[in-house]
C-alpha cells in the first residue's frame, strides 16, 4: 500500500508499539492512541523466545533487549512434590544458534521502553479511550472519549483482551474466566538468598503450577507466578492484592526448594485468568486485530507476548505487500491464524515444555524470512 495510508493503532502495550515501529521503519504514518495518561513502570516479567528477538533484531532493540533481561542458562521443569527434573532445556550458544535467537526474560517495563524508544517524537497520544469506529465513505472514523474524531485509512486493535476494536468488529462479549486465579509476586532477590533457583524454572503439579524466574542478568528480582484452582473468582473479578501464605497455602505438599523461595514472597498480587474462545474473525472493513484483542491464550505455554510480535511482523509485512486494506488483512490472517490455533491449543492443555519434544517450531520460526502466502 501506498506510503500516505494513514494507520491508527489502539494501544501502546507491546503488540501496539510493536507494528507501529515496524510500519514507520517502513516509512508509513503512523499514530498510536492510548487511553492511559502515561506510562509508568507496571507489570512484571515476560518471556521472550528466539522468534521475538528476530523482530526487535528488525527494529535494532535486540541487544538493548538483552541487556536490559537475561538470556537464562536453561527453562527447567521440576516435579511439585519431589523436585525431580522433568526437562531441562539448556540455552547455550550452540542451541542459540539453532533457533536464531536468543531466549530472554524481562520486565514487561523494561521491554515497553525499548519500543517506546523506536518511535518518531510525537507517535503516541495519550489520553484517548476508544468511544466508537465507524465506516465513512473513503475512510474509518474514530472518536476518542475526549471528544477528538480522527480519521485513518487502517486501523489496528491492539487494546488487549478487553479491545474495544474488537468490540466494534464482534459485539460485545466478555472474556471467558478459565477457573484459576494467577499469583503474582516480585521481590528482591536477597529475600531468597541460599534458596536453590536455577534462572527459569517450572514447577509442574497435577492441577496448578509455578513459573519463578529473574528478569535481569544481576539475578536481583525474582519474579513467580501461579496458578491456582479457584471457584471464588470470576471473569469480573477486579485484582486485589494477596499474602505469602496464599502462595504457600496453593503448594502445601511442596518441595523444600519450591518452599523456601514461597517463604521469600512479597508484594502479592491476585487476579483472575481469563481467555477467549477460537474465533478466526479478526477484520472487518479498514479494522484488524493482533495480540490479546483477537486471540488471548492462557498464560500457561508463555506466548502470549511473543504471538502479539509475530503478529506485529506479519501484518506489517501484509500491509506494505498488499495494495488494499483488506487484501492485507485477508493475507495477515491467512499466516497466522493456524501457527497461533497450535499455541491456544497447547496453552490450553499447559504442556509446553514439560517433557522433552520438539521445540524448534516454535523459537525458530522467524516472521520475516517465512513465506507470505497470499490469501485469496
Known amino acids: 500500500m501506498d506510503q500516505n495510508t494513514r494507520i491508527a493503532v489502539i494501544g501502546a502495550g507491546i503488540a501496539g508499539l510493536t507494528v507501529a515501529g515496524l510500519l514507520q521503519q517502513q516509512g508509513y504514518q503512523v499514530r498510536v492512541y492510548e487511553q492511559a495518561a502515561r506510562f509508568w513502570r507496571i507489570g512484571a516479567g515476560i518471556i521472550l523466545g528466539a522468534s521475538t528477538a528476530k523482530v526487535m533484531r528488525r527494529l535494532g532493540i535486540e541487544d538493548g533487549m538483552v541487556r536490559a533481561g537475561i538470556k537464562p542458562d536453561a527453562f527447567v521443569s521440576r516435579d511439585v512434590a519431589s523436585g525431580r527434573i522433568l526437562n531441562e532445556l539448556v540455552f547455550d550458544a550452540a542451541r542459540e544458534a539453532d533457533f536464531g535467537g536468543p531466549f530472554v526474560n524481562i520486565h514487561r517495563a523494561d521491554l515497553h521502553r525499548l519500543l517506546v524508544s523506536r518511535l518518531k517524537p510525537g507517535t503516541i497520544h495519550f489520553d484517548h479511550r476508544l468511544d466508537g469506529l465507524d465506516e465513512g465513505p473513503g475512510a474509518a472514523v474514530l472518536s476518542f472519549d475526549n471528544g477528538e474524531r480522527v480519521e485513518a485509512d487502517i486501523v489496528i486493535g491492539a487494546d488487549g483482551i478487553h479491545s474495544r476494536v474488537r468490540e ?209
Open 168 to 376: 466494534a468488529i464482534l459485539g460485545r462479549e466478555p472474556p471467558r474466566y478459565i477457573g484459576k486465579v494467577a499469583l503474582r509476586a516480585v521481590f528482591p532477590s536477597a529475600r531468597a538468598a541460599g534458596v536453590p533457583m536455577r534462572d527459569c524454572t517450572k514447577w509442574w503439579g497435577a492441577d496448578r503450577h509455578l513459573l519463578a524466574y529473574f528478569m535481569t542478568d544481576r539475578r536481583d528480582e525474582c519474579y513467580v507466578m501461579a496458578a491456582v484452582p479457584s471457584e471464588e473468582w470470576g471473569a469480573d473479578t477486579p485484582p486485589a492484592p494477596g499474602t505469602r501464605e496464599d502462595f504457600l497455602s496453593a503448594f502445601p505438599n511442596a518441595h523444600p526448594d519450591l518452599t523456601a523461595l514461597l517463604e521469600a514472597v512479597d508484594n502479592v498480587s491476585l487476579l483472575p485468568i481469563c481467555d477467549r474462545e477460537r474465533n478466526d474473525v479478526w477484520s472487518a472493513g479498514r479494522a484488524v486485530l493482533m495480540g490479546d484483542a483477537c486471540h488471548a491464550v492462557r498464560p500457561f505455554m508463555a506466548a502470549g507476548g511473543s504471538m502479539a510480535i509475530e503478529d506485529a511482523a506479519i501484518l506489517s509485512r501484509a500491509i506494505a505487500a498488499c495494495d488494499s486494506p483488506e487484501a492485507a488483512f485477508r493475507t495477515y490472517v491467512a499466516n497466522r491464524v493456524p501457527r497461533v490455533g497450535d499455541v491456544q491449543r497447547i496453552s490450553a492443555e499447559n504442556s509446553w515444555l514439560k517433557l522433552p519434544g520438539d521445540t524448534g517450531w516454535f523459537f525458530g520460526y522467524d516472521p520475516f524470512t517465512d513465506t507470505l502466502d497470499h490469501a485469496a
